[in-house]
């Protein structure tokens, strides 16, 4: 594999050390061709990452369970206007510039292929706390396909109070538990989506499966609904691959995996 679990792990927790915001990026792909962009967009980010400005790092997911597109792209920023400054497609057409002969002509191909995946995606930008709203396990081997669950909620209340009652409820115990890697929400910035986001990571389904066993504080569950209402909207992604400003390359996830 290209970046061994270590490296990977302290890259993500130095970049994820404070305030910042994430860009979600949706693409409505069927099914049979995931593995197809999947591919293409390994090539493609190899070759454009260094000409990308402000991102921090990037996972890739693709959809398991529940409503939800085929593919969500998770990139990570210091800031709001590092979102803005990160154009892919001037990233592309900087490494394009730079490329020649046959090169430049395969490039140009894969780029043809890549770009029509992206006809109608659409993006969030969200406001998050990594120090006080998140939770880390310091053994989470962040190199597997693990699942991200993740669930969307218009809040009636104080959205910040939710998703403080959320990390109460169920991320705490869950992570006391052994089950969870990491837990935590965000809140609405821009773009379309919810007021409220929380999400879990469980490394399979039988650990997702122990975590119902799991009794979260009862006054936090009230306090969670108390502030949010109307319907919400649950989907599971399955983390595929990974990019960082320490390699620049893009990383299939699990074991010996390029």
Known sequence: ??????????????????QGVYNLTYLDIPTQEISTFIN????????????????????????????????????????????????????VR???????????ENFEKMVSEYLPFWNGHTDEIRNV?????????????WDTRF?????????????????????TWVTQPQMEAG?????????HLSGSGSDLQVWSLYVDMPTYAQSFSIQGDADARRTFWTNVGGTHVDTMYRHVGNVNTQTGKFNLAGPNRE
């Not at 970046?3 to 970049?15: G, M, Q, R």
Request: charge should be negative; glycine fraction near 10%.
């Open 40 to 91: 293409l967009h390994d090539k493609i980010t190899d070759m454009t990452f260094q000409n990308r400005e402000g991102v921090m790092n990037e996972f890739v997911f693709t959809h398991f369970q529940g409503a939800g597109p085929g593919v969500m792209i998770w990139s990570n920023y210091g800031t709001v206007e590092d979102v803005y400054k990160d154009v892919r497609l001037q990233a």
């Open 129 to 141: 706390d990594y120090q006080a709203n998140v939770l880390f396990s310091e053994n989470w081997d």
């Open 94 to 104: 900087k490494t394009w510039e730079s490329l020649e002969g046959e090169d430049k």
């Open 1 to 18: 594999m290209r970046i061994i679990n270590s490296i990977l792990a302290l890259a993500f927790t130095i970049s994820l050390s404070s």
């Open 147 to 167: 699942l991200l669950l993740m669930g969307d909620y218009s809040t009636t209340g104080n959205t910040n109070e939710a998703g403080a009652a959320f990390n």
């Open 179 to 187: 089950v969870l890697g990491s837990g935590g929400f965000s809140t």
